[in-house]
């Protein structure tokens, strides 16, 4: 069973669970990339692999919660309710 699904619940699209969820996702990715990092440079002697990482990292992260943003702006700025 899934905790965190894809932002839906419920057939209603769920901003703060698609935030969690891509909270998440970020954390596992940083992880990862951080793991690569320590070892490329451990056994490949490329010590400067680990900025490179943080830097795809930032751009990836940024891309998605860009997204989030711009899919929840007009909710938040009330563009979205019928008055």
Do not use: C, Q
């Not at 320590?38 to 002697?45: D, F, I, S």
Request: aromatic residues 12%; glycine residues 6%.
């Amino acid at each position: 069973m899934f905790i965190l699904k894809d932002g839906r619940y419920h057939h209603d699209y769920d901003h703060n669970m698609k935030a969690a969820y891509l909270h998440v996702l970020a954390d596992a990715l940083t992880s990862v990339l951080t793991i690569a990092a320590l070892l490329t440079g451990k056994y490949m002697g490329i010590v400067w692999i680990d900025p490179v990482m943080v830097i795809v990292g930032v751009i990836v992260i940024f891309h998605w919660y860009y997204g989030l943003i711009k899919e929840s702006s007009s909710v938040l700025s009330d563009k979205s309710v019928d008055v």
